[in-house]
């Protein structure tokens, strides 16, 4: 699991865009022990699976041996929570579980949305391109040209591959930043008749402006 979110004390993980949460997280927010909650998950898994797989993984210990740990969606969680007593501690915990899921999808909408305005028009400005040098000749595909500027943008913000669901509000703002930079860029060289080529390098030459502008280190994902 990955992208940890901490809300109100309970640790949400995030796998494969959808929230989850451990068995250790649920018993420790309950106040029972972690290996009651993980053998209440077994004694139920096929009730549990119902709501879809239960993922497992193999953590390391100290002492150098693994443990086993079920991680539930927010409805397993919701029904594992069922079968708890009503305690006033449960009760005050099953609260903060709901509220923690609510925080963590909050938090996952914001981060999947938050440059997509600019995401879209500067995508718009980068087909322009591609429409013009097809038609001065080009064989080369549209999808290279919008691939080529989303890989330019990771390398000069210091993005790897694949983890931009992991960066911060901040950081996704400086990639908005980048990709509005992008639309006006290209948009300039439409209007003064400038090739696919020559408009790609200027926005490689500008946006390591943006970056030193913006202050912002390399590195933005590790």
């Known amino acids: 699991m990955k992208n940890l979110l901490t ?16 068995h250790k997280s649920i018993a420790h927010s309950l106040g029972v022990d972690n290996r009651s909650m993980y053998r209440l998950i077994i004694e139920y898994q096929s009730e549990v699976t119902s709501f879809g797989k239960v993922r497992f993984e193999n953590a390391p210990l100290t002492s150098g041996q693994r443990e086993r740990i079920a991680y539930l969606s927010e409805n397993q969680c919701y029904f594992v929570l069922t079968l708890t007593r009503n305690t006033a501690k449960a009760v005050q915990a099953k609260s903060a579980l709901v509220m923690a899921f609510s925080k963590a999808r909050e938090a996952l909408i ?16 980068i087909q322009s391109i591609a429409c013009r040098a097809r038609a001065s000749g080009s064989n080369t595909p549209e999808s290279i040209y919008h691939m080529n500027y989303e890989k330019l943008i990771n390398k000069v913000f210091g993005i790897d591959a694949g983890a931009r669901d992991r960066l911060s509000v901040a ?23 400038l090739d696919h080529k020559q408009a790609y390098q ?3 030459d500008n946006l390591p402006k943006i970056v030193a502008l913006l202050g912002i280190s390399p590195r933005l994902a590790a």
Do not use: W
């Open 7 to 22: 809300n109100d004390g309970v640790s949400i993980a995030i796998d494969k865009q959808e929230p989850c949460i451990s």
């Open 110 to 125: 914001q981060r999947q949305t938050q440059y997509l305005p600019m995401f879209h028009s500067a995508h718009d400005s």
């Open 202 to 204: 200027m926005v490689k």
């Open 171 to 193: 950081q996704q703002c400086a990639v908005t930043v980048a990709y509005a930079t992008i639309e006006n860029i290209l948009n300039d060289a439409a209007q003064r008749g």
